[in-house]
T-cell receptor
Framework: DSGVTQTPKHLITATGQRVTLRCSPRSGDLSVYWYQQSLDQGLQFLIQYYNGEERAKGNILERFSAQQFPDLHSELNLSSLELGDSALYFC??????????????FGNGTRLTVT | DQQVKQNSPSLSVQEGRISILNCDYTNSMFDYFLWYKKYPAEGPTFLISISSIKDKNEDGRFTVFLNKSAKHLSLHIVPSQPGDSAVYFCAASPITGGGNKLTFGTGTQLKVEL
């Protein structure tokens, strides 16, 4: 158990809809990261938050947004969903703001299916 | 543009033998490399890492080798055990400014057979 909790585990929704994925980091970790894994692809970095502030941005679509709350949990909002957004979405956390020697701890992911 | 490539989608090895998983990268700014292991329905779990100032790092049955001139790294598992059957992801990051913005490969499915 990594200590990172993601809900829900599975989500099925229709095109054009909006969903919210939730992540609680490990106790004490200040950074939260979101990754997307599409079929047969590696994990693609979306965005990082550190102590409530956006720290780094990757290949995140404008239809997607995220935030980190004062209690350090994070939410990833996906809107105007398309079939191609179907993927596994992983949240990870680390103690610091992005040091190279602090490996990420991943949650078990949310599987999003857009029909 | 795949900056981190794992060209073997799958690998099958007999229990007790050596498993060698390979990874190539193209971005010369990458200084720090990690291997993650993933079981079905679980998130990736950190396995071992290496920075560019080293060419080898060992942790028990796991050894990672880095060849900077060839932009190639490999993970050796000796001896392989059935519990090692999983998907292995190679990941890379620049130490300076990259933080934990890891770039992942597409993974190699390792199957260790009895």
């Amino acid at each position: 158990d990594s200590g990172v909790t993601q809900t829900p585990k599975h989500l099925i929704t229709a095109t054009g809809q909006r969903v919210t994925l939730r992540c609680s980091p490990r106790s004490g970790d200040l950074s939260v990261y979101w990754y997307q894994q599409s079929l047969d692809q590696g994990l693609q970095f979306l965005i990082q938050y550190y102590n409530g502030e956006e720290r780094a941005k990757g290949n995140i679509l404008e239809r997607f947004s995220a935030q980190q709350f004062p209690d350090l949990h994070s939410e990833l909002n996906l809107s105007s969903l398309e079939l191609g957004d179907s993927a596994l979405y992983f949240c990870a956390s680390s103690p610091a703001g992005g040091t190279w020697d602090s490996p990420l701890h991943f949650g078990n992911g949310t599987r999003l299916t857009v029909t | 543009d795949q900056q981190v490539k794992q060209n073997s989608p799958s690998l099958s090895v007999q229990e007790g033998r050596i498993s060698i998983l390979n990874c190539d990268y193209t971005n010369s700014m990458f200084d720090y490399f990690l291997w993650y292991k993933k079981y079905p329905a679980e998130g990736p779990t950190f396995l071992i890492s290496i920075s560019s100032i080293k060419d080898k790092n060992e942790d028990g049955r796991f050894t990672v080798f880095l060849n900077k001139s060839a932009k190639h790294l490999s993970l050796h598992i000796v001896p392989s055990q059935p519990g090692d059957s999983a998907v292995y992801f190679c990941a890379a990051s620049p130490i300076t400014g990259g933080g934990n913005k890891l770039t992942f490969g597409t993974g190699t499915q390792l199957k260790v057979e009895l």
